[in-house]
């Protein structure tokens, strides 16, 4: 989202009428008891990686081949007498070596690290032929090749505080292409937990792989949806789901008494009472769902667009649906995600899902939707417009009579323009160039644009700029506002994030991905910067930018791409480009953290980054 000053709207334009159903019951967020707080376990702070020295032979270590732990002459140890070479064989070659770990729930710390030494008889200067991988479980922290060779031992350090209470597999894979040798040395691996007591969590994110399947049929306005929805979940987790809660994130721009996304009549499940201003909703499970096992809930559904140029909301005869859909709250180490609604910015954490959405409407309106739309013909005088997207975390459309013009990108990717009354061709034309021209540029730096089609709305009364949706598009006529909200696609919807905890993720990686496509360099910006207090930092949570509005812009979206720009200049422009192209590809449809960026940035440098994180006051 594209934030600017808030325009009051008046209360009685946001009031909306009930629909004819009978709610489910609600309790205002004010009555909620406050969350008990978990036990926390004692921290001994431990080493857990064992015969990292490689002194003791090869166990627990397991190589691919024998020979991997070594003290044999041509290369030596960082320390002792013995260490670990992969590869150095000069033909088309594998190496492996692992190690499972089990990493303490107690500790709020642990840093991995290894000393490496590459040697190598490439004298490519631009081309790695030979790698080195360092993973931990299914991440990659690192990956080094012969371009990395050094006289001797580095130490490289990773923060893995996130595999906390997991078992995992640590592991070094070695390849090397048909010829000229490069040899991969490590010592003295060590994985080391300590810090304050944390308490413990099972850090899997549920439920996951939801399907939702929508029917929904509109009144002649297309400010009135009623219909069904069901939705299909699996339990990631080792400890069993006895409940999933919906968010019906509309419900903010209603009354608990009169609100605008209702449930009812739920199947699969028993409804319990809404909470967080009516936004969350608690189904409890008739058994509970064991790790592996999944279920479907099913509820009618209705859905009332209040008036006023919004995300969610009608000017005049267009109307705009934004998080209209309930959706599945995320579950993770942190317990249930229930943060409140936010204008400023967002809320909307949620995994990666498939929609199968039905909209039954009149055919005089046209209705832009995320994902792939086909229109057949309905009843009399109406249109059924089926949209089908796969790996979304949400699902948004319009309806009204816009004008609609379409292209296709340079990279093939179809790109349509739906506009309101009183928005120039000319106008148009230049959103639908903006468009395929900012589309390819993001897929050219993050990876290939996946979605199919992408819809843009454009409407000039958006007091809010832009906002994003998987596919789907609202915007003012701004070349860079549009440019941002598709590099959206990119950085919260296929790279997700928690948008409440952690929205520099998404606005400042957005922003800065615009400044790139425009061709911006940031030259200078963060000799700019000037903090409003010690308490200011580019990775608060939202909740301390709705108490501290003014400075939100300015700092996430502001001082956050200009940190990307400084650590661009501080670990160099190829660098960059790859740690990027390398971090989307390996979170592609999953979730992004500080943590694991901060671990990507620092491998992807043989520089210290930890004054870096402190200058920038990027924590976490």
């Given at each position: 989202?594209?934030?600017?000053?808030?325009?009051?709207?008046?209360?009685?334009?946001?009031?909306?009428?009930?629909?004819?159903?009978?709610?489910?019951?609600?309790?205002?967020?004010?009555?909620?008891?406050?969350?008990?707080?978990?036990?926390?376990?004692?921290?001994?702070?431990?080493?857990?990686?064992?015969?990292?020295?490689?002194?003791?032979?090869?166990?627990?270590?397991?190589?691919?081949?024998?020979?991997?732990?070594?003290?044999?002459?041509?290369?030596?140890?960082?320390?002792?007498?013995?260490?670990?070479?992969?590869?150095?064989?000069?033909?088309?070659?594998?190496?492996?070596?692992?190690?499972?770990?089990?990493?303490?729930?107690?500790?709020?710390?642990?840093?991995?690290?290894?000393?490496?030494?590459?040697?190598?008889?490439?004298?490519?200067?631009?081309?790695?032929?030979?790698?080195?991988?360092?993973?931990?479980?299914?991440?990659?922290?690192?990956?080094?090749?012969?371009?990395?060779?050094?006289?001797?031992?580095?130490?490289?350090?990773?923060?893995?505080?996130?595999?906390?209470?997991?078992?995992?597999?640590?592991?070094?894979?070695?390849?090397?292409?048909?010829?000229?040798?490069?040899?991969?040395?490590?010592d003295d691996v060590a994985l080391d937990t300590s810090g304050d007591t944390a308490p413990p969590a099972d850090s899997t994110r549920t439920p996951a792989a939801p399907a939702y399947t929508v029917s929904l049929s509109s009144n002649t306005g297309g400010t009135v949806w009623t219909g069904h929805e069901s939705v299909t979940f699996t339990n990631a987790s080792a400890t069993a789901l006895s409940e999933v809660y919906l968010r019906l994130w509309d419900n903010y721009h209603g009354t608990c008494s009169a609100p605008p996304i209702t449930v009812t009549n739920v199947t699969g499940g028993t409804a319990g009472a809404l909470s967080v201003a009516c936004t969350a909703l608690p189904i409890a499970l008739p058994t509970p769902l064991a790790q592996g096992q999944s279920a479907t809930i099913g509820f009618d559904l209705g859905i009332t667009v209040p008036s006023g140029a919004d995300r969610f909301g009608h000017d005049g005869s267009f109307s705009f649906i934004g998080n209209a859909l309930p959706v599945l709250a995320v579950k993770d180490g942190a317990g249930w995600h229930l943060d409140p609604y936010t204008n400023n910015g967002e809320s909307f954490y949620s995994l990666a899902a498939d929609f199968k959405?039905?909209?039954?409407?009149?055919?005089?309106?046209?209705?832009?939707?995320?994902?792939?739309?086909?229109?057949?013909?309905?009843?009399?005088?109406?249109?059924?417009?089926?949209?089908?997207?796969?790996?979304?975390?949400?699902?948004?459309?319009?309806?009204?009579?816009?004008?609609?013009?379409?292209?296709?990108?340079?990279n093939g990717v179809p790109v349509n323009v739906y506009s309101v009354s009183g928005i120039s061709s000319s106008s148009a034309q230049s959103m639908l160039t903006t468009a395929k021209s900012a589309v390819d540029a993001h897929a050219t730096r993050f990876g290939a644009y996946p979605y199919g089609e992408l819809d843009a709305v454009i409407d000039n009364n958006f007091w809010f700029g832009g906002m994003e949706y998987p596919g789907f598009v609202l915007d003012l006529v701004s070349t860079t506002a549009l440019t941002h909200e598709i590099g959206h696609q990119w950085w919260y919807?296929?790279?997700?994030?928690?948008?409440?905890?952690?929205?520099?993720?998404?606005?400042?990686?957005?922003?800065?991905?615009?400044?790139?496509?425009?061709?911006?360099?940031?030259?200078?910006?963060?000799?700019?910067?000037?903090?409003?207090?010690?308490?200011?930092?580019?990775?608060?949570?939202?909740?301390?930018?709705?108490?501290?509005?003014?400075?939100?812009?300015?700092?996430?979206?502001?001082?956050?791409?200009?940190?990307?720009?400084?650590?661009?200049?501080?670990?160099?422009?190829?660098?960059?480009?790859?740690?990027?192209?390398?971090?989307?590809?390996?979170?592609?449809?999953?979730?992004?953290?500080?943590?694991?960026?901060?671990?990507?940035?620092?491998?992807?440098?043989?520089?210290?980054?930890?004054?870096?994180?402190?200058?920038h006051r990027i924590e976490g």
């Open positions: 989202m594209r934030s600017t000053p808030h325009r009051a709207f008046a209360t009685g334009a946001l009031a909306v009428a009930a629909l004819a159903a009978v709610t489910l019951p609600a309790t205002p967020a004010a009555a909620e008891p406050p969350a008990a707080a978990p036990v926390a376990a004692a921290c001994t702070p431990a080493q857990v990686v064992a015969n990292g020295g490689f002194e003791s032979g090869t166990s627990p270590w397991t190589q691919s081949t024998s020979g991997i732990i070594t003290s044999r002459i041509g290369e030596s140890a960082h320390a002792g007498t013995s260490f670990a070479w992969l590869n150095g064989v000069g033909s088309t070659h594998t190496d492996t070596l692992t190690q499972s770990v089990t990493i303490p729930s107690g500790c709020s710390a642990a840093t991995l690290t290894f000393w490496l030494h590459i040697d190598t008889v490439e004298t490519a200067s631009s081309t790695a032929y030979d790698k080195l991988t360092a993973k931990i479980g299914s991440t990659t922290l690192a990956t080094y090749s012969n371009l990395d060779k050094n006289t001797g031992y580095v130490k490289k350090s990773f923060d893995v505080s996130a595999f906390a209470g997991q078992t995992v597999n640590l592991a070094f894979t070695g390849t090397e292409d048909s010829s000229l040798r490069t040899s991969f040395v490590l959405v039905t909209l039954d409407h009149p055919s005089t309106l046209l209705v832009p939707a995320t994902g792939t739309s086909t229109d057949t013909p309905g009843s009399s005088g109406r249109t059924v417009t089926t949209a089908t997207a796969a790996q979304v975390r949400d699902f948004a459309w319009a309806a009204g009579p816009f004008t609609k013009i379409s292209g296709t990108s340079t919807g296929i790279v997700g994030d928690d948008e409440y905890n952690s929205p520099w993720l998404d606005e400042s990686f957005t922003d800065y991905a615009t400044d790139l496509a425009q061709g911006k360099t940031g030259a200078s910006c963060w000799s700019s910067v000037s903090w409003a207090s010690s308490a200011e930092k580019i990775t608060n949570s939202m909740a301390y930018w709705d108490a501290h509005s003014s400075r939100y812009s300015t700092v996430v979206y502001g001082y956050g791409k200009c940190a990307l720009h400084d650590l661009r200049r501080l670990i160099g422009d190829t660098a960059m480009i790859n740690l990027l192209k390398n971090y989307a590809t390996s979170h592609w449809y999953g979730v992004s953290t500080t943590a694991e960026f901060k671990a990507a940035a620092q491998a992807a440098t043989s520089t210290d980054l930890t004054s870096f994180w402190t200058q």
